[in-house]
């Protein structure tokens, strides 16, 4: 990770994503976002480490949300897809991506989309990126 982006509202969506990606196998959303969030940074035992408060909305208001979320996405996929049939990279990705449209009005949908997209480029691959632009598409509506 680069120091341009560190903190910046891109790694902290990155960082939610790996905290709930994290979560899908146990642990509690604290512990994950604390990991998530400091793993590749330099701390003494000493250091008292502040989680940003966008990366804790985020994690605790998917996990909060998640019955609403899955039954949105799975609205729009295709007849005989469900959440269960998809990789749990792109469903997470969905679920991260879906909550910042809906619960975020300064984040605009498109660019949610775009930061969703770029992360599934790196934890997926472009198929993904374009399933997922393709469904959280459909619950933006063109801006002015």
Partial sequence: MTNIFKDSR?????????TLF??????????????????????DEETEVDL??????LVTGVREELPQLDSQIEEKLKEG???SRLIMTDSTLLRLGLYEITSFEETPGRVAINEIIE????YSDKTSAKFINGVLSQFVTDEA
């Fill in 10 to 18: 891109r790694d902290l969506r990155e960082r939610a994503f790996q």
């Fill in 81 to 83: 897809w469900s959440l």
């Fill in 119 to 122: 992360i599934a480029k790196k």
């Fill in 52 to 57: 940003p408060s966008f990366l804790l909305s």
């Fill in 22 to 43: 994290a979560l899908e196998f146990g642990g509690e959303a604290l512990d994950q976002a604390y990991f998530a969030y400091t793993y590749d940074k330099p701390i």
